[in-house]
């Protein structure tokens, strides 16, 4: 009889202690989990600005139909100033776009191809705004100016030439300007339409990462999660946790240091100015919004370091000491040698917690290039 009482005391006391890690082992998954869904978030907005919201929304408003055809000076045909602005490094698109039809349907590609323009391509500004379409995020700051040099007479002149090399972006250049049928109220209006929309997406990823920044700043999901999962944190709140977010915080990205924007200082654009008289001749005035209009720097694109991202894809190792409750042998387990290296003098749980996209073995980049919106935060025992 005593050998079968000892035996229930020990089966129920060895079901509390195995109910109170579970406990904790569920509360350490989902807290994790909940807090590096931040960064899966953070990662797939910021891939949505920098490739597909630029996509669509100038693909729905500059595409011909529903925008009209310019008639090129000669005669010879016409051309679409979604085209134009393309080749001038103007926005990325998807590199199976099809011209002349909406934009193409991404959902169920693996990695979407979005980039601008490329040497491979009849760009005008190939050897400055094709080398956006590599990884950024070592060198952010101010993208350079187009270094095309033009072709037709008239784009010798002094004035014209000084003005387009000195731009941050030319959405058209004088060559173009002189081929094409395009006048003042047109220009300005695409024009002011280009910087509007970055300035709407720069507006969009600054909200982005200061929101990004303060979710990361104490792991406050974290902290929640894991005191209304178990009763560890009730007698001190404010370090609830601690151990469990020493990884994130070894690991927090910064603002300028690890995650950057990529700006530009000035956009220029090209028109056709008839001049009165036979035969009838034009000059190629040029229009320039630089900072001071534009209300500072204008965005292109934001860049989180590789390094960051990678280890994201790795994973964070979270580490979590718990208190064992006491028991009817008098047990100190804590004594016992069954405490964690990573925690202080107590059992822990362990979970290993990443945000992971389909470029994991190319450094887990789907920021930029190649932006993915498909990371997905996973847990591993």
Not at 121 to 137: F, G, T
Not at 230 to 255: A, L, Q
Request: glycine share 6%; with cysteine; hydrophobic share 35%.
């Amino acid at each position: 009889m005593p050998t079968l009482l000892i035996f229930i005391y020990l089966l129920f006391e060895t079901t509390k202690i195995s109910r109170e890690k579970i406990r904790h082992q569920f509360a350490i998954d989902s807290a994790a989990f909940i807090q590096m869904t931040d960064y899966s978030n953070f990662f797939n907005r910021t891939a949505y600005v920098n490739g597909t919201f630029p996509y669509r929304i100038f693909k729905q408003e500059f595409e011909c139909p529903p925008e009209g055809m310019l008639q090129r000076a000669d005669s010879t045909g016409e051309e679409c100033i979604y085209d134009i602005f393309y080749k001038a490094g103007a926005f990325p698109k998807y590199v199976g776009d099809v011209a002349r039809h909406a934009e193409t349907p991404l959902d169920e590609e693996k990695q979407w191809q979005i980039e601008f323009c490329g040497s491979s391509e009849s760009c005008w500004q190939d050897a400055d705004r094709a080398y956006m379409n590599q990884n950024l995020s070592e060198n952010p700051g101010l993208i350079k100016g187009p270094s095309v040099k033009p072709n037709s007479s008239i784009c010798y002149d002094s004035s014209h030439y000084a003005e387009d090399m000195s731009a941050g972006l030319t959405l058209v250049t004088c060559d173009e300007a002189a081929k094409v049928m395009l006048f003042r109220e047109q220009a300005f209006g695409y024009a002011q339409f280009y910087v509007q929309v970055y300035k709407l997406l720069g507006s969009v990823e600054q909200s982005q990462m200061t929101v990004f920044e303060r979710l990361i700043e104490n792991f406050n999901f974290f902290r929640k999660s894991y005191y209304l999962n178990t009763g560890e944190c009730k007698e001190s709140p404010s370090t609830c946790g601690d151990e469990g977010v020493r990884e994130f915080k070894n690991n927090r990205p910064k603002r300028d240091v690890d995650m950057h924007f990529h700006t530009i200082d000035k956009v220029t654009i090209r028109y056709k100015k008839w001049k009165p008289g036979l035969p009838p001749t034009y000059t190629l005035p040029v229009a320039v919004y630089n900072e001071s209009l534009m209300g500072g720097p204008l965005f292109q694109l934001a860049t989180v370091k590789n390094s960051v991202l990678k280890q994201a894809g790795k994973g964070y190792n979270v580490y979590q000491g718990w208190t064992v409750p006491s028991n009817y042998f008098s047990v100190d387990f804590h004594q016992q040698g069954v405490n964690c290296q990573q925690t202080s003098n107590k059992p822990c749980v362990h979970v290993l917690v990443a945000a992971q996209c389909p470029r994991l073995g190319i450094d887990n980049n789907c920021v930029w290039p190649y932006p993915t919106p498909k990371y997905q935060t996973r847990i591993y025992p």
